[in-house]
T-cell receptor
Framework: AQTVTQSQPEMSVQEAETVTLSCTYD???????LFWYKQPPSRQMILVIR??????QNATENRFSVNFQKAAKSFSLKISDSQLGDTAMYFC???????????FGAGTRLTVKP | DTGVSQDPRHKITKRGQNVTFRCDPI?????LYWYRQTLGQGPEFLTY????????KSRLLSDRFSAERPKGSFSTLEIQRTEQGDSAMYLC??????????FGPGTRLTVT
């Protein structure tokens, strides 16, 4: 079974600092996709960044970047220059090439402090 | 494009009543997903459609749950004889040619 684990239930960071959220996953598949989603309080889930497993280059989207370690099945999210608006639950997610169902971790609650 | 929309946003019902939720996906997306999210947890997969065909259902989807997607457009999720354990946020997502899924705002169900 494919599982996603986020070992940090809560994290905090000072505004303008950098923070890294951890995620590990378990799968026997070789072709899959990984995502980080952001869910602000009482608001809908927003896609932050995606990574294709067949790509060795780590994905980046502005202040957001990932460290994808396929052999270690690790997929961490780095947020640079943290902003107050980054305060949210962050979910790591996995889907295989069949795209039938997305598996989510339990989430990390990130608080950016002024 | 207005994104994925869901209706209603909130629903309070008494135990034993039936409820129906609607999801309108992004117009060009052929895949539509339903998830359930309880407080403090990540979404859990319920079912998914490719066009009008329901291709997979989770074991979480008991006989009291049914989903449809007539004509491959909007979808409905019905829960019959609701139980207090059904209280949760029900999320809909859609995807097109790529693998990312785009989520709607959800329907929060409270069963009293």
């Amino acid at each position: 079974a494919q599982t996603v684990t986020q070992s940090q239930p809560e994290m905090s960071v000072q505004e303008a600092e950098t923070v890294t959220l951890s995620c590990t996953y378990d799968t026997s598949e070789n072709n899959y996709y990984l995502f980080w989603y952001k869910q602000p309080p009482s608001r809908q889930m927003i896609l932050v960044i995606r990574q294709e497993a067949y790509k060795q280059q780590n994905a980046t989207e502005n202040r957001f970047s990932v460290n994808f370690q396929k052999a270690a099945k690790s997929f961490s999210l780095k947020i640079s220059d943290s902003q107050l608006g980054d305060t949210a639950m962050y979910f790591c997610a996995f889907v295989d090439h069949n795209n039938n169902d997305m598996r989510f971790g339990a989430g990390t609650r990130l608080t950016v402090k002024p | 494009d207005t994104g994925v929309s869901q209706d209603p946003r909130h629903k309070i019902t008494k135990r034993g009543q039936n409820v129906t939720f609607r999801c309108d996906p992004i117009s060009e997306h052929n895949r539509l997903y339903w998830y359930r999210q309880t407080l403090g947890q990540g979404p859990e997969f319920l079912t998914y459609f490719q066009n009008e065909a329901q291709l997979e259902k989770s074991r979480l989807l008991s006989d009291r749950f049914s989903a449809e997607r007539p004509k491959g457009s909007f979808s409905t999720l019905e829960i019959q004889r609701t139980e207090q354990g059904d209280s949760a946020m029900y999320l809909c997502a859609s995807s097109g040619q790529t693998y990312e899924q785009y989520f709607g705002p959800g329907t929060r169900l409270t069963v009293t």
